[in-house]
C-alpha cells in the first residue's frame, strides 16, 4: 500500500511539474511550471510533446495501468506496454525492453520484478537515466529489494549497502 501512495504521490508530482496545461484532476495547490530545469547534459528529446510510461508487466499488472489511462497506441509506433505471460519466451521480453528504452517518448519505464529477473544482464546494464527503469511488484510476485539492480546501484553511490 505504501509503494502505490509513494507512485501516485511521484506521478501527480511528476505531471504537476512539467506540465504545460493544468491536469484535468488539479495539482491540489502546487504550482504548475512552463519548463522544469533539466540536470546539466540531461535532455529528452520529445520535450514539447509531452511523454509517457512504459509498462512490461503481466496481464494483471497492464490492466490496471490501463484502467489508470497509461495506454497509447499510434499507427506509426507500438504501443507503451508488453504483456508478458508464462508462454513468453526470454528473447521476446528482451526485445520488447530494449524497444521501449530506445523510445524517445517514454520517460519511465515500470517492470514486475519477476519479469526483471528474466531479463536482469539487460536491465543491470542499463545506464541511461532517461528512460528511468523501476522495478515494481506484481499481484503474485511480492518485491524483493535484494534483487532490485536499479536500488542496489543507489545504495552503492550512497555507500549504505
Known amino acids: 500500500m505504501r509503494g502505490a501512495f509513494f507512485l501516485n504521490s511521484f506521478l501527480r508530482g511528476a505531471f504537476c511539474g512539467i506540465a504545460r496545461k493544468r491536469p484535468a484532476g488539479g495539482c491540489r495547490g502546487r504550482v504548475v511550471r512552463k519548463k522544469r530545469a ?35 497506441v499510434e499507427a506509426a509506433k507500438a504501443s507503451n506496454y508488453f504483456v508478458v505471460d508464462s508462454k513468453t519466451p526470454v528473447p521476446t521480453i528482451e526485445e520488447a525492453f530494449q524497444k521501449m528504452t530506445e523510445r524517445d517518448d517514454v520517460a519511465i519505464v515500470l517492470i514486475n520484478q519477476f519479469i526483471a529477473n528474466k531479463i536482469r544482464h539487460l536491465v543491470a546494464a542499463y545506464k541511461a537515466p532517461v528512460p528511468a527503469i523501476l522495478e515494481i511488484p506484481s ?5 524483493d529489494p535484494s534483487k532490485d539492480s536499479i536500488l542496489q546501484r543507489v545504495r552503492g553511490m550512497l555507500g549504505s549497502g
Open 38 to 72: 533539466m540536470a546539466p547534459g540531461l535532455t529528452l528529446k520529445n520535450s514539447g510533446k509531452g511523454h509517457l510510461i512504459g509498462v512490461i508487466g503481466d496481464e494483471d499488472t497492464i490492466t490496471g495501468f490501463l484502467m489508470a489511462g497509461v495506454g497509447h
Open 139 to 143: 499481484k503474485e510476485h511480492p518485491y
